[in-house]
């Protein structure tokens, strides 16, 4: 179908025309480069979509037209574009003294005994671009490239919104390079990155990578979806117009309706140079956007001239670069470090790299999940980051840089301290070391011991510990049993009368009852209360040697993690064989007389499980009290070992279990019954 042809254009439409532009370009530098609009977004739009509307109509698109910006097709490859004058880059401070380094240099150099004006800018960290217009509209956006030659990205630069497509103002220089910075800001960048992460997207190391991967895109419309920035501050080839130094050529740009950096400092001498650095560091982490220095420039166009150029960096200007934040390294390995409770965090193993004046070697990779999520390899390139005091982290991996040599770290099946065997609770993230000789948590494991809730040995504290174990003296949670006051004799904070009392409460630690000793071996998940419902189910220790999780499932409240950490360390062949030289030592860890016999004293449940299924007419919880009041064991899971099935209202599928391994049931009243009569042999169903 062939287009229609165009209506005749009237000077009235070609006034609204140009009047739309005029208003669309003053709204959009109000919006984009101002922030400070004063039309509604609605409005604005109205207006668009009427250019737009007449545009088609009459074929009549002004060359800064704002529709303009967006709609060009994707392009095959970036062409390449010479730069009239080359893009420079900059040399760099590290410290305040090397600023005034640079300072007594151009001092030297121009025969200035007096103080320099300098310009004082925030560095913004993105991409560098140059912008060329010709008879005031933009003609060409290129990239730094190598200084000499970067590429055409013009469409996508076209795109950002406060870019000028026409310079306004009343010094238009028949052909100019504005050259600038492209940035995106932190909250866009971490909206994109959230996005991209929620669609299985590699994620961009930090805004400047955004800002790069943005505008060299062959596809301008994905450059128009990203909200990138402009900050313009310096010149390149100019035809014209004429600058007397950086702040007159600001003065012009921001006239222009460019987008100029947030600070500019005009000040006399070093010492208010490193005064406007120390000032713009402050204010940094208020910025929106991501900076990592302050900028130098000799203020004076003329001075410039005279200073020059080194080959790739002007003399007339310096970046005072802050403590930096990330460096990229490679991982030589993934291994793993076993925290004080057993803990085993993955840690990663770097090329030493330099991060804000430290260098860095290793960082926590915290947990063997985090690795597989963030898909952390040995051999990888990693992005890692130091913000000021926080520990190194991984932010993540450059993907592109891997040569399919790297591996993925198997998760550890033994402790790296002592080699036992590790736990991996189903659904937790951590791997455990639960050796009660594990080196790296024995010091951790003693204090526990000999707390008050636990054995309860007064004078053997974490000051102690420490020192017990500094001397050698106490390698062993058994260790404490073997101490013998000469030991103690002579080492710092001991005397007779000390030595002694802690050798008295190490002896009377060795009558604890099970509870006691149960909370103190600080098995996993089992504190105090835990060990006491477990002590009450049982003789002695031994009892317990080489449990199944499902024998404590069947103990009131004990639920499936208890009875798994339990079950693993009473299978660990290390442990047991503490847990028998202890004994050895003269440690009881069994249930004192008194309990065992009002355990055993002849009541009417003694010795029976009982496990309740539907509503009964008491609660759960008095149900259970009652039948342990009367020597019974009330337990959660019903298996072969349960003697009775209590049956309520709405039985639930415990019933069915019970008739398959034929388990008497039983009602709430005949359960009464069974206490009343003191009988043990209740009615049958
Ligand atoms: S002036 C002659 N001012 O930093 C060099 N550069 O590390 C002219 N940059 O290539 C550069 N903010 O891309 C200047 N306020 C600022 C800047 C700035 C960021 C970039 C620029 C330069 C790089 C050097």
């Known amino acids: 179908m062939r287009a229609s042809m165009p209506e005749k254009i009237s000077e009235e439409i070609r006034k609204e025309i140009d009047g739309l532009v005029k208003d669309l370009n003053y709204h959009s530098y109000r919006y984009y480069v101002l922030d400070s609009p004063v039309i509604s977004d609605e409005e604005y739009d109205r207006l668009f979509r009427r250019l737009k509307e007449l545009e088609e109509r009459y074929r009549l698109v002004l060359p800064d037209s704002p529709t303009l910006r967006i709609g060009a097709p994707p392009l095959e490859k970036f062409e390449k574009v010479r730069h009239s004058e080359p ?30 004006e300098y310009t004082v ?57 504005i050259r600038g910075e492209v940035y995106m800001d932190l909250e866009e960048f971490e909206k994109l990155n959230k996005q991209r992460a929620q669609r299985g997207e590699s994620l961009f190391a930090n805004p400047r990578n955004a800002a790069a991967g943005s505008v060299r895109q062959l596809d301008p419309s994905v450059t128009a979806s990203r909200r990138l920035h402009l900050a313009c501050y310096g010149v390149g080839a100019v035809r014209g117009v004429e600058f007397k130094g950086q702040n007159d050529l600001i003065g012009w740009l ?53 200073l020059g150029v080194k080959t790739r960096e002007p003399r007339w200007a310096i970046a005072y670069k802050y403590q930096a934040h990330q460096g990229t390294t490679r991982i030589r390995e ?11 965090t993955p840690f990663a193993v770097f090329e030493p790299v330099r991060i804000g004046g430290v260098t860095v070697s290793r960082s926590t990779l915290h947990n063997w999940d985090e690795i597989e999520r963030k898909d952390i390899r040995e051999g990888d390139t990693v992005v890692v980051e130091r913000a000021g005091d926080v520990i190194p982290h991984v932010v993540m991996v ?32 951590a791997v455990r070391c639960v050796s009660l000789h594990c080196p790296a948590q024995v010091r951790e494991k003693i204090i526990h011991f000999a707390s008050r809730g636990g054995m309860d040995i007064e004078g053997l504290g974490e000051k102690n510990v420490e020192l017990l174990y500094s001397r050698g003296l106490i390698r062993h949670l058994e260790d404490i049993y073997k101490l013998k006051k000469d030991d103690l ?40 209360y835990a060990a006491k419902l477990i002590a009450e189910n049982f003789e002695k220790i031994e009892d317990l040697y080489k449990i199944g999780p499902d024998r404590i499932v069947e103990i009131r409240q004990m639920g499936e993690k208890i009875a798994s950490s339990i079950s693993a360390f009473f299978n660990d062949e290390k442990n047991i064989k503490t847990l028998e030289a202890m004994k050895a030592l003269g440690l009881r860890m069994a249930n004192p007389d008194s309990v065992l016999k009002k355990k055993r004293g002849g009541q009417p ?12 007419p008491r609660s759960r919880e008095e149900v259970e009290d009652l039948i342990e009041a009367h020597g019974g064991r009330p337990s959660s899971a019903i298996s072969g070992s349960t003697d009775y099935l209590i049956v309520g209202e709405e039985p639930g599928s415990k019933l069915r279990k019970a008739k398959t391994l034929g388990v008497k049931t039983v009602s709430y009243e005949e359960l009464l019954r069974m206490i009343e009569d003191k009988t043990k042999t209740p009615k049958l169903f």
């Open 398 to 429: 450059i993907k592109e840089k891997r040569t399919g040599k790297e591996k993925r770290p198997p998760i550890p099946e033994t402790c790296p301290a002592c080699g036992s065997k590790v736990v991996r609770e189903e659904g937790a993230v």
């Open 605 to 616: 449940l003694d010795g029976l499980t009982f496990v309740i299924t539907g509503t009964l």
């Open 254 to 306: 921001k006239e222009a309706r460019f987008p100029t950096p947030a600070v500019i400092n005009v000040v006399q001498g070093i010492d208010a140079v490193i005064g406007s650095i120390r000032q713009i560091e402050e204010r940094r982490g208020s910025f929106p956007f991501e900076s990592d220095g302050a900028v130098i420039k000799v203020n004076d166009f003329g001075l410039q001239q005279r």
């Open 489 to 528: 004799l002579g080492l710092p904070r001991f005397a007779e009368r000390s030595a002694q009392n802690l050798i008295d409460a190490i002896e009377r630690s060795k009558h604890a009852t099970l509870a006691k000793f149960l909370f103190a071996i600080g098995i996993v998940h089992v504190g105090e």
């Open 334 to 344: 993934i291994l793993g470090s076993v925290g004080r409770t057993g803990v085993i």
């Open 121 to 177: 800018e925030p560095k913004y960290d993105g991409l560098a671009m140059e912008l060329t217009y010709r008879g005031g509209l933009l003609y060409k956006a290129s990239t730094r490239g190598d200084g000499y030659e970067g590429e055409d990205v013009t469409l996508n630069v076209r795109t950002i919104k406060s870019v000028p497509i026409k310079i306004e103002g009343r010094r238009v220089p028949a052909e100019i390079d």
């Open 87 to 116: 893009m420079l880059s900059l040399d760099n401070a590290f410290s305040h003294d090397e600023v005034r380094e640079f300072d007594a240099r151009l001092r030297r150099l121009l025969g200035i005994d007096g103080e320099i």
